[in-house]
């Protein structure tokens, strides 16, 4: 438009140059070039702030995608921090129940251990004039176990208790009855010799359950253990303490186990309290 309005005036000045002088002439047609130049810059700058503006508004769009998008990261971020605060506080929680049952079985753990111990005690006070390799008391895994020798107990391949032997079975029956919460098992066991006879017993397994069986009835019948209590069983010639190569190993072997526990329903209880996953 203003070119436009330039070339006009152009016009009008050539118009003109017959009413004025030469020297004004020149002047008008110097002035005239000028804004013609004048023009042309200011349509290279229009040109030139267009395209800015042009750059501008694209950029502006690209800075409005990042901010939607950095928005929306945001946003996933804060909801995924609620969540992890919910399982972190949740994992706290599985971490104190866990510890506080931990510290339950140890001090169930420790409560048996001195109890066993005192009991162990007992017991060797008990029978501190019976022969070491005929009666032997320890703990051992949490139990306390008392081992007596075959031939304290029984006749060659027999399964009835010898009279003698029930003095013995009255003192660990005494030990017995005061701990009455704790549980007995009877086991017997044999060596690795075959039974000469075959009726009854059968065979070693036949005679280590018998002897087991033999010695949780006296116990019963004639020290008042409570039957309810006490499991009796046979582990054969498979469970041996040493070898069975020479005759004090045979010897060993040939043993009834009397094994005082604390009550496995007790132990189940403590277990069954176990922070669930």
């Known amino acids: 438009m203003k070119i436009l309005k330039m070339i006009a005036i152009g016009a009008v000045a050539i118009s003109l140059t017959s009413c004025v002088s030469k020297k004004q002439f020149e002047a008008l047609n110097i002035n005239y070039k000028q804004c013609l130049d004048g023009a042309a810059a200011n349509q290279r700058t229009i040109q030139d702030l267009k395209s800015a503006n042009a750059g501008l508004t694209s950029e502006n769009g690209l800075l409005k995608d990042q901010n939607n998008s950095l928005k929306s990261s945001l946003d996933a971020c804060l909801a995924n921090t609620g969540k992890g605060s919910a399982n972190i506080d949740k994992l706290i929680g599985e971490i104190n129940s866990s510890n506080a049952y931990i510290k339950r079985l140890i001090s169930t753990n420790a409560k048996n251990d001195s109890l066993n111990l005192a009991l ?54 005494k030990v017995i009855n005061d701990y009455d919460k704790y549980s007995v098992l009877i086991q017997g066991n044999t060596d690795n010799v075959p039974l000469k006879s075959a009726s009854v017993p059968k065979d070693n397994w036949d005679l280590s359950a018998l002897r087991a069986t033999s010695v949780a009835r006296i116990l019963q019948n004639q020290f008042g253990v409570d039957p309810s209590r006490m499991t009796a069983g046979g582990n054969s010639e498979y469970q041996p303490k040493t070898t069975n190569m020479s005759v004090s190993g045979r010897a060993e072997n040939r043993r009834t186990e009397i094994i005082i526990m604390p009550k496995l329903d007790e132990f189940m209880k403590l277990m069954d309290s176990a922070p669930v996953k």
């Open 120 to 173: 162990s005690n007992k017991l060797k006070r008990s029978l501190d004039n019976i022969a070491d390799s005929d009666v032997q008391v320890k703990v051992l895994k949490g139990v306390v176990m008392i081992s007596l020798s075959d031939k304290m107990l029984y006749n060659t391949g027999s399964f009835d208790v010898m009279p003698a032997a029930q003095e013995v079975l009255g003192k660990v029956a």
